[in-house]
């Protein structure tokens, strides 16, 4: 399997932020996101090693942190390969993050992962090739995220609220909800009275997420 890197660093946003995390970012992705006419926040994202489940895990094991985030690219592209990594993060007890982008099912899981589930905005230019089903078997300990630009903010309402009514998401049990700003294209008080408006009159499990990544590090700084 085709690796983009393996590293040690502070989960950046979702419901883990800012606490130490391994992550492993999976090279290839199905989208290509644009923003302002720029790529996507990983436009390295095609680079990387091939390796083995074994290559991988002795890596990951030499951390010695029992959290693990499998990002991208996208790392649920078919694969037989990640389906075995998978197997050997349950196997060693590590709690996995799978971060996807809207286009792949989540129906299947193991008992020790949780789906950080991005929904592609209107900003993103990818926002028609998000998927239902990647967001119909969601639980309460997944995550929806969104990243919006101050223009996408009644995209947002409308999917929350039409996801709300497919999925017959709880007001309290439902999956959590963090909307993030587009670095650069979003302004901080605007979001903020935005997810105010948001848990008062469509879904209370919602909350502004700010990528504090791009705020300890520079925002195209890799490995971190």
Known sequence: ??????????EGEGKRVGQPCVFIRRSGCNLHCRYDGKDCDTPYRNEGTEMTVDEIMQKVRGFGCY???????EPLLPSEEMEDLRDALYEDNFEVN??????MSTEDRRMNEFFTVD?????????SKMKPYAFARLTG???????VSDNDFPQVEKVLTDMIDAYEWDMRDGPMVYISPCYGRCNLNNLAQFVKKLSQEVYERVAVNLQIHKIIWAPDMRGV
């Open 67 to 73: 959290l693990v985030t499998l990002t991208g690219g």
């Open 119 to 127: 929904y592609k905005c209107g900003c993103s230019g990818e926002s």
């Open 1 to 10: 399997m085709k690796i983009n890197e393996i590293f040690y660093s502070i």
């Open 98 to 103: 799978i971060e996807t982008n809207g286009t």
């Open 141 to 147: 300990i997944d995550v929806v995220k969104f990243v």
